[in-house]
């Protein structure tokens, strides 16, 4: 026996049935349809029923008010807000600019709701997570091909009770979330401030402004959310965050990812890091640097898969690398003693770290090590890799084909 958590099947089953017998109907008539079958009075109600069923975040530790308000809503695919950060949105979706017009016209008020799948054209509820942001709508610019670029800036975090199509335009129902008391988390502050200040130099990140923003706030909630728009997460990880509701549990989540401790370095990239090492110490070097990690990425399973894919001739490419650490390395040789790792080195194994968290790897690879040595422009490491044809396009490329 078939129960309300069957209705989009049905309702696909019921369409193909129907068409069989040369009756068309549309996926929202057959999903009304369907909701009527199942005696629940529309697919709004149903829908929430569904999405009742299959949260995938844990529910929000704190509760929510009673009173509700109706917004126009911009779905979102690819980006998580999070309150007191101005985000531009770029939308093209007929309900999407109906809805922006209704908020331009009203209070400029608008709730950003974040699509649990990218694939799907028109969202309903069961398609958003239950956690938005009530955004204002700061600047509309049109571009070509009839989309728009919005500036807006979050304001606070809603919960969503309805999101449907009213005249072609999304609307959604939402309720304001209390996120609890502010409590005191110093230590926890200066430590998120110190692990951020190395995430920030590891990806190039100038927040000038930010530091005067830790002395000056000590609301846990605050900085969590301002460290979170800043940090590059995969959209899960980021909803995760924004759903996170208590301010200290939120806060603890952002410092557990700061925490490069935490990330598990595959067994291939351990050792890709020790014969680094060796490469220099062999050459009685004071120093492994760049090149001595990237002569022993090209013996790397999987960083050297991505160099061939991009056409390189690894051969040709170590005799560069040996030549160079033989030859413009002199300087270096030491009588005792052990080669200990460059900043630059440092810098590009702690970027390789954070990068594998922002592609969700479950460990960090060679391939993230080999990414992360890109950004080091100014390297003879970086230099030889261009010159052998290994560019940062088209090894993302190739990462984004599977290899390595």
């Known amino acids: 026996m078939r129960d309300f958590r069957d209705a989009k099947s049905m309702a696909q089953t019921l369409r193909e049935s129907l068409t069989t017998k040369a009756v068309t109907i549309s996926h929202s008539e057959s999903l009304e349809l369907v909701s009527r079958m ?36 911009v779905p979102l695919r690819d980006l998580v807000p999070f309150p007191n950060a101005t985000y531009p949105l770029f939308v093209g979706r007929e309900g999407t600019i109906r809805a922006l017009n209704q908020a331009f016209e009203g209070g400029r008020e608008i709730v950003i ?13 069961f398609d958003v997570y239950e956690i938005g942001v009530l955004s204002q ?43 609890g008391a502010v409590r005191d988390a110093r230590d926890l502050i200066r430590r998120i401030y110190q692990r951020f200040q190395d ?84 050459r009685r070097h004071q120093y492994a640097t760049l090149e001595h990690l990237l002569l022993a990425l090209t013996e790397d399973a999987n960083a050297s898969a991505v160099m061939r894919a991009c056409d390189a001739d690894l051969g040709k490419l170590t005799q560069s690398l040996v030549q160079y650490l033989d030859n413009e390395l002199k300087h270096m040789v030491i009588e005792t003693g052990r080669a200990e790792p460059t900043q630059a080195f440092k810098r590009v194994d702690q970027r ?17 090590a080999l ?32 290899v390595g």
């Open 38 to 73: 199942l005696g629940v009075a529309d697919w709004n109600t149903l829908s929430a029923m569904l999405h009742a069923e299959r949260r995938e975040v844990a529910a929000p530790v704190a509760k929510l008010k009673t009173t509700t308000a109706l917004y126009p809503a």
């Open 113 to 125: 709701a974040i699509q649990r799948e990218a694939t799907v054209d028109d969202p309903r509820l």
């Open 199 to 282: 995430y920030t130099a590891a990806h190039g990140i100038l927040v000038p402004d930010l530091w005067l923003f830790f002395d000056q706030t000590r609301d846990p909630g605050q900085i969590a959310d301002t460290v979170a728009a800043r940090m590059k997460l995969p959209i899960k990880d980021r909803y995760e965050l924004l759903a996170t509701l208590d301010p200290m549990k939120r806060l603890e989540r952002i410092d557990a990812l700061l925490d490069l401790s935490q990330r598990p370095i595959s067994a291939d990239y351990a050792a890709t890091k020790r014969r680094a090492l060796d490469h220099a110490d062999r």
């Open 137 to 179: 709508l700061l600047e509309l610019e049109p571009l070509q091909g009839g989309t728009f670029k919005v500036l807006t800036r979050g304001l606070r975090r809603v919960a969503l009770r309805s999101f449907v199509t009213e005249a072609v335009a999304y609307q959604a129902e939402v309720v304001d979330v209390s996120e």
């Open 371 to 402: 990414v992360a040595l890109f950004a080091e422009t100014r390297s003879p490491a970086a230099r030889l890799l261009a010159e052998h044809g290994v560019s940062r396009g088209r090894a993302d490329k190739a990462i984004g084909r599977g």
């Open 352 to 368: 390789a770290a954070f990068l594998a968290q922002e592609v969700g790897y479950p460990e960090v690879t060679g391939v993230n």
